[in-house]
């Protein structure tokens, strides 16, 4: 009776060993969705956007190929400047979200095309507290708005899209007045650029920025605006 017993932990430990090894697929399928009813009012100079939807590596990932976007940092939003690194807000206990701050030419391209992209190609917005494999509130849904314009379009798209019921669940993504915003760590900004066949990148955030060359031709650009050239031209 051992023996039998033994093979069968060792194969299911194999089994499980097997099954972790294959990551979940976090790159959920695009969603083709209707372009916000209400829109920025046009704007001159560089304007701000600060989302949050999942991993930051394939959010930044995702608009570094956005035409209009001349910068995309990967950071934390919604916590303190104390908790504000990688290792601590990994708990999903300083209240931080994985964001992006999105620095944009409002005449190359509006706020409202720059929520398009993030509910249909960027993340699920439906999902709560989660992208895909990565679990806990560090990886919620969140738009941090630095204007009062832009919390009353963020709010009514998501209001439209809601009633248009183009997701087959509620919108759940957070609406709220952005803080403070600090950037990541040095490793983090250009990561999937700079590692396109790391596993998690190739199968989770690679199909993001497929999805945005076919869904969003008119503002995908091959080459992509990275932080660290952006620094180099500064």
């Known amino acids: 009776m051992r023996r039998p017993a033994l093979a069968f932990l060792l194969a299911a430990t194999t089994a499980l060993t097997l099954a972790l090894a294959v990551p979940s697929r976090a790159a959920e399928e695009a969603v083709v969705i209707p372009a916000p009813a209400l829109d920025a009012t046009p704007a001159s ?6 989302i949050a939807g999942g991993c930051f590596w394939g959010v930044q990932g995702v608009f570094q190929h956005t035409a209009g ?9 919604g916590g303190t400047k104390a908790t504000a690194d990688y290792q601590t807000v990994s708990s999903g206990r300083t209240g931080h979200a994985e964001s992006v701050e999105i620095k944009y030419d409002p005449k190359k391209i509006s ?3 720059i929520l398009q992209i993030y509910f249909s ?13 990565d679990v806990g509130p560090q990886y919620r849904s969140a738009i941090f708005t630095t204007s009062d314009e832009q ?11 809601n009633s248009a019921k183009v997701f087959n669940k509620p ?7 952005l803080e403070a915003f600090y950037p ?3 490793y983090h900004q250009d990561y999937l650029t700079l590692h396109p066949n790391q596993p998690y990148i190739a199968y989770n955030d690679i199909p993001k920025v497929e999805n945005l060359k076919k869904l969003f031709a008119d503002n995908y650009i091959e080459k992509p605006t990275l932080v660290n050239a952006s620094k180099a031209t500064n």
């Open 69 to 77: 976007v001349v910068n995309a940092v990967s950071g934390y939003a």
């Open 111 to 113: 706020y409202g095309k």
């Open 45 to 50: 100079g560089i304007q701000t956007a600060v």
């Open 151 to 161: 919390k009353k379009v963020a709010e009514a798209y998501i209001a439209q899209l």
């Open 121 to 133: 190609v960027v993340h699920d917005p439906t999902q709560l507290n989660r992208q895909g494999p």
């Open 184 to 186: 990541a760590e040095a």
């Open 171 to 177: 919108i759940v993504t957070k609406v709220g007045a």
